[in-house]
Structure formats: C-alpha cells, structure tokens
C-alpha cells in the first residue's frame, strides 16, 4: 500500500486526469460500500507508488480506538478510507471541519466523493454513519476540484502525476484531519503519509 505528506513544491503542470464520481447525493444515513476495492494505477500510467502511514505508523494503514476503527487506501487518484462505528450509537462525519494537507504543503479543506465544482463555497453536509456500521468515501484536497462544465459529474485533478514529473513526489509527505461527531462532541482524527518510492512501469 501507500502514502504520502506536505510538500514544498509547486503542483505539477501536466494536465489532470478527471476522476468521475457518482456516490449518492447523501448527506444522511452512509450508503457506502463495506468493501474498497482495488485501486490500480491509471491506464498509461509511466510510474508507480508505494506509500507508508506514518501518522499513527501502521504497516498496515490501520488505526482504531474505542468508538472508531479505520482503514485507509492511499493512490495516486485520492486517498480512499473506510471507517467502522464500534459503538451502538450513531456518530457522524463534520465534513466542513476536515482539512486535507496536500502533497504540495497547503493545507485546505476536504473534498469527498459527493463534493462537486459548485459546492466548494458551500457547507458540506455531514455523514452520519450509524451504530456497529460501516461507511467508505474518498478524500482529496478541495481546490483539486476541476470545473466540469455542465456535467454533473465530480472531476478533479490526481492527487499525484503518473507522468513524467511522477519522480518529484518521491518522498512527500500528505495526510487528513477528520472530524468527527461523537456524543455531540467534536474529535479530531490526525493521519499522515509518506511516498515510500516512486518507480517506473
């Protein structure tokens, strides 16, 4: 598997490979897959990564506590994740308090499979995700979103190349802040990754 972390340098000017997204418009109940799937590299692809989790560190892009269990699944598109309700009480996703640190080092807020072009001014709903259940969504920083003209579809640019410029991102550190709802209180899940290598196809 892999990740990744805040970098210094500029986001590469190669074009951006649009990602689709047609996930539920829900802001309610999560209505999303127990399972993630593969994640291959895009098609054409001319480099490969391999990430790490270095925030909590897990070899296995794990962490849970009492209330909540999570797995992530770092690509080169978006950084997918799941996470488990252990608790017999619903709690929820406060998408308009997550932040997301990029590959390039900004910090901004969190896209997710539901976000598009227009509502990137706009609060974001939360996602409840009730008790002993599973919800999965993917993440990426929110001004990767793309205008996709009078599609209704979500596109964005990849969270890292697989161009050429690929070999730049070895190395680079990029991570989420999660916020959740539990009991009515705010918590803060903190996750960090790292480009282990980058390597030709």
């Not at 550190?173 to 916020?179: C, R």
Request: net charge neutral; proline share 9%.
């Amino acid at each position: 598997m892999l990740l990744a972390g805040c970098a210094a340098s500029p986001p590469p000017q190669s074009p951006a490979a649009p990602a689709a997204k047609a996930a539920p418009a829900a802001d309610q109940q999560a209505s999303f897959s127990d399972t993630l799937g593969s994640a291959p590299s895009s098609s054409g692809a001319l480099y490969k990564y391999r990430f790490r989790q270095t925030d909590p560190a897990s070899d296995r892009f794990t962490f849970q506590d009492r209330d909540l269990s999570f797995f992530f699944r770092p690509t080169p598109n978006s950084l997918q994740f799941q996470v488990e309700n252990r608790q017999d009480r619903p709690v929820s996703i406060d998408w308009d308090r997550c932040e997301f640190v990029s590959p390039d080092g900004n910090t901004t807020k969190v896209a997710h499979s539901t976000t598009r072009w227009a509502d990137r001014f706009s609060v974001q709903s939360a996602t409840q995700i009730l008790g002993l259940q599973r919800a999965g969504d993917e993440l990426l920083p929110l001004d990767y979103l793309l205008d996709p003209g009078t599609s209704t579809d979500q596109l964005h640019r990849p969270l890292f190349p697989e161009d050429t410029t690929a070999p730049q991102y070895n190395g680079r550190d990029f991570g989420v802040d999660l916020v959740f709802r539990i009991e009515n209180q705010p918590r803060t899940y903190s996750f960090r990754f790292r480009v282990l290598s980058v390597l030709p196809r």
